[in-house]
């Protein structure tokens, strides 16, 4: 058992990143109180932005008792400041970083643990600070003198007008290069490694190939829009899919989704495949060639794999689509009326009230979900049900899965007012 976990804390509730620990914030008379695993913390007027380090060792949360504000770290707290932003971690977890107000209309600065904090500010975008994926490098957008900077390991890049929102900030894999969206006078371009690239009316997505060696982003001139792929421009459609633009694993190819008119076009390497209503989640295999994605016709949604159209159904999960190890196999939940169930190379399994958690072993040999039946909740392997039942069953949010061993399993289980971490093998 790791913790009390009465309904009411439910909505405060946070699973760290391995699955293993639950954080919730409890009433305490007028006051609040992280809990951690169970071990209930000093209570503090107000507790927000509840927060696991990627490593899941590591937890942090903003507090106030009167009118200041201080982040706690694993129970020890932090500086008071008049407010402060939400914790930031570093991807190795060895790194944390927030956003902190010293008083009413003062300028504002980026406050690293362990470190002196840095320059102060008029604003810092958004509150938002990115780390590269390899943790050596810190990034976040600033104002000062009317005018929008992006800070990188506190050197300035710019000055712009403003900065991108939607767009947010990138590093390659190895840190070496960044890009982000900025406005210039009037127009839009994408700034790289501090080299500014073609003005446009207006940008969207950006992403970078894994290997940090191409970028692409969409951009607009006029009311059309064209991803731009490494300087090189596509095709112009009316619309791109939001979340659609990504490399595949080995960089070598581009995939997203585009509008003309009011029909819907797969892209792949800038050639529009077939129409329609609506095309969704995509998503490459582990293997870089496999591609599948969410196409909808008319009221009806179906997964589409290279090109080729699968069995039509009500819904298809959103972010369900998985892939095995190898890809070789494909699953993903669909919903038909009231019913749910899971689909794995095309079959359809048991059909239950709600299904999540979907994935394939390591070595690709069985698949598991989550299941709920009335008020049960337990697991299915290779659509056999497993013999626990539980009030609930939760993971990771918007996680599949997470496998110990090429057999072994984890998640966390409710059951009768307390949470336990359950452990299983597949065979």
């Given at each position: 058992?790791l913790?009390?976990?009465?309904?009411?804390?439910?909505?405060?509730?946070?699973?760290s990143?391995d699955?293993r620990?639950?954080?919730?914030?409890?009433?305490a008379?007028?006051r609040?109180?992280?809990?951690?695993d169970?071990?209930?913390?000093?209570?503090?007027d107000r507790i927000?932005?509840?927060?696991?380090?990627?490593?899941?060792?590591w937890?942090?949360?903003?507090?106030?008792?009167?009118d200041?504000?201080?982040?706690v770290?694993?129970?020890?707290?932090?500086?008071?400041?008049?407010?402060?932003?939400?914790?930031?971690?570093?991807?190795?977890?060895?790194?944390?970083?927030?956003?902190?107000?010293?008083?009413?209309?003062?300028?504002?600065?980026?406050v690293?643990?362990?470190?002196?904090?840095?320059?102060?500010?008029?604003?810092?975008?958004?509150?938002?600070?990115?780390?590269?994926?390899?943790?050596?490098?810190?990034?976040?957008?600033?104002?000062?003198?009317?005018?929008?900077?992006?800070?990188?390991?506190?050197?300035?890049?710019g000055?712009?007008?403003?900065?991108?929102?939607?767009s947010?900030?990138?590093?390659?894999?190895d840190?070496?290069?960044?890009?982000?969206?900025?406005l210039?006078?009037?127009?839009?371009c994408?700034?790289?490694?501090?080299?500014?690239?073609?003005?446009?009316?207006?940008?969207?997505?950006?992403?970078?190939?894994?290997?940090?060696?191409?970028?692409?982003?969409?951009?607009?001139?006029?009311?059309?829009?064209?991803?731009?792929?490494?300087?090189?421009?596509?095709?112009?459609?009316?619309?791109?899919?939001?979340?659609?633009?990504?490399?595949?694993t080995?960089?070598?190819?581009?995939?997203?989704a585009?509008r003309?008119?009011q029909?819907?076009h797969?892209v792949?390497?800038?050639?529009?495949?077939?129409p329609?209503?609506?095309?969704?989640?995509?998503?490459?295999?582990?293997n870089?060639?496999?591609?599948?994605?969410?196409?909808?016709t008319?009221?009806?949604?179906?997964?589409?794999?290279d090109g080729?159209?699968?069995?039509?159904?009500?819904?298809?999960?959103g972010?369900?689509?998985?892939?095995?190890?190898?890809g070789?196999?494909?699953?993903?939940?669909a919903?038909?009326?009231?019913?749910a169930?899971?689909?794995?190379?095309?079959?359809r399994q048991?059909?239950?009230?709600?299904?999540?958690?979907?994935?394939?072993?390591?070595?690709?040999?069985?698949?598991?979900y989550?299941?709920?039946?009335?008020?049960?909740?337990?697991?299915?392997?290779?659509?056999?049900?497993?013999?626990?039942?539980?009030d609930?069953?939760?993971?990771?949010?918007?996680?599949?899965?997470?496998f110990?061993?090429?057999a072994?399993?984890?998640?966390?289980?409710i059951?009768e007012?307390?949470?336990?971490?359950?452990?299983?093998?597949?065979?």
């Open positions: 058992m913790a009390p976990f009465p309904p009411e804390v439910y909505d405060s509730a946070v699973v990143p699955g620990r639950i954080a919730y914030i409890q009433q008379d007028a609040q109180a992280a809990v951690i169970g071990n209930r913390e000093q209570a503090y927000v932005a509840l927060t696991f380090s990627p490593n899941s060792q937890y942090a949360y903003a507090a106030s008792s009167g200041k504000w201080r982040l770290v694993n129970g020890r707290e932090q500086p008071a400041y008049f407010r402060v932003g939400r914790p930031a971690f570093s991807p190795n977890s060895r790194r944390l970083a927030y956003v902190a107000l010293p008083a009413e209309d003062a300028p504002v600065t980026v690293e643990v362990t470190q002196s904090p840095g320059k102060s500010y008029e604003q810092i975008f958004e509150g938002r600070i990115v780390f590269s994926p390899d943790s050596r490098r810190m990034a976040y957008g600033a104002r000062a003198g009317g005018k929008w900077y992006l800070v990188v390991d506190g050197q300035e890049i000055p712009y007008d403003f900065l991108g929102s939607a947010g900030i990138h590093f390659s894999a840190g070496a290069r960044v890009a982000f969206a900025a210039v006078g009037t127009k839009w994408v700034v790289v490694d501090g080299q500014q690239q073609k003005m446009y009316d207006n940008l969207a997505d950006i992403t970078v190939s894994p290997d940090g060696s191409r970028l692409a982003y969409a951009a607009m001139t006029g009311d059309r829009w064209q991803v731009i792929v490494d300087g090189q421009p596509h095709e112009a459609f009316d619309g791109i899919g939001e979340g659609t633009l990504q490399f595949s080995d960089g070598a190819t581009l995939a997203y585009a003309a008119g029909k819907w797969p792949v390497d800038g050639m529009p495949g077939e329609y209503d609506g095309v969704g989640e995509m998503r490459f295999a582990p870089g060639h496999t591609l599948a994605y969410v196409a909808k008319g009221v009806a949604e179906m997964v589409v794999v080729h159209p699968g069995k039509t159904f009500d819904e298809i999960g972010g369900t689509l998985v892939f095995s190890a190898g070789r196999q494909l699953g993903y939940v919903r038909v009326g009231r019913a169930f899971a689909v794995v190379d095309g079959v048991h059909r239950y009230d709600m299904v999540g958690y979907l994935n394939f072993t390591p070595d690709g040999r069985h698949h598991v989550a299941a709920t039946e009335g008020a049960e909740a337990f697991t299915v392997i290779d659509d056999r049900e497993a013999t626990h039942r539980y609930g069953i939760w993971n990771v949010p918007e996680a599949k899965f997470l110990d061993s090429r072994k399993f984890h998640y966390l289980g059951r007012g307390k949470i336990y971490l359950v452990e299983e093998e597949a065979e």
